[in-house]
């Protein structure tokens, strides 16, 4: 995995002779060797479909195995294509994104297996944990379907996480009882409503300085309710630096005086030169 100048994300290695961002979509030829400490023996790591494709293959060499992503998925019918080989057993072993868990009916599947599913539970989002419970569930329905039994392998460092017994139990009610448990402790909806407000520029230093000037100003009325700037998960995107603030704010605060309040504290963040032309999105009621 390399990082390119647009993105800070890793970039996919290619069968065909290519590196690509699967935000930005740029693509670059492979380099032979690391442009800051020069070493030659560079090796693709990480588990992504493709690679996965690779070693199932070498595993199963007696299977035809077929790969479902965004890459396979481009050309005209190329999805119907795939499901229907799948279907008529052209194709026994079937790798793929997240698509492979949703709304797909397949008769004669008999085992599915979720690949690094750590993954899906530690991203920085207060939601990871309900939709990762909701992916391997989807998932996990793939499994012996039409009165079959099945069976479902997942891949995880931290098999002692409760999700799994959740999983194992199919206990929805159990899931989301302890998740509002969970969000209740830290602040987050229902309990709470949060506003995002991300800043955006090609020069980072300003997107620093006027994040932090622009918290600077809400902290002034409304405290510990404002949180960050920080980098997002994702913190530059086709050269553009971004930095965002999470607002938590009570439920019973007027929408519209809350809407007021940040425009008036725009108003002022913006008599400043420097901030002009910072793009600033705001997202009301953050979904994750």
Do not use: W
């Not at 969970?182 to 909806?189: D, S």
């Amino acid at each position: 995995m390399i990082r390119h100048s647009g993105c800070i994300l890793g970039s996919s290695r290619k069968n065909r002779g290519e590196l690509k961002c699967h935000y930005c979509n740029k693509t670059y030829k492979p380099i032979g060797e690391c442009p800051v400490c020069h070493e030659k023996s560079i090796e693709p790591v990480g588990m992504g479909t493709e690679k996965l494709e690779e070693e199932v293959i070498q595993l199963f060499p007696s299977a035809t195995v077929a790969r479902m992503d965004t890459d396979t998925t481009q050309g005209k019918y190329a999805y119907e294509k795939i499901i229907s080989d799948f279907q008529k057993n052209k194709v026994q072993i079937l790798v793929g994104t997240q698509m492979l868990s949703k709304g797909l009916d397949f008769e004669n599947v008999s085992l599915v297996g979720i690949v690094s599913a750590d993954g899906l539970l530690n991203r920085p989002d207060f939601r990871s944990h309900e939709r990762g419970f909701q992916l391997m569930l989807q998932a996990a329905g793939r499994a012996g379907r039409k009165n079959r039994q099945g069976e479902v392998v997942i891949q995880t460092a931290d098999p002692g996480q409760p999700i799994y017994r959740y999983l194992e139990t199919n206990d929805y009610e159990g899931f989301y009882h302890s998740q509002l448990e969970e969000r209740k402790l830290f602040n987050y909806p229902p309990y709470k409503r949060l506003i995002s407000i991300v800043f955006k520029h090609k020069d980072e230093h300003k997107v620093e300085s006027g994040s932090a000037f622009f918290a600077r100003l809400l902290q002034q009325s409304l405290g510990e309710m404002v949180l960050g700037p920080n980098k997002p998960f994702i913190s530059r995107i086709q050269q553009y630096h971004l930095r965002q603030i999470l607002l938590k704010l009570d439920n019973h605060l007027s929408p519209a005086k809350t809407r007021q309040f940040i425009k008036s504290v725009e108003s002022r963040f913006r008599e400043k030169q420097d901030f002009k032309y910072l793009v600033l999105y705001f997202d009301v009621d953050v979904m994750g």
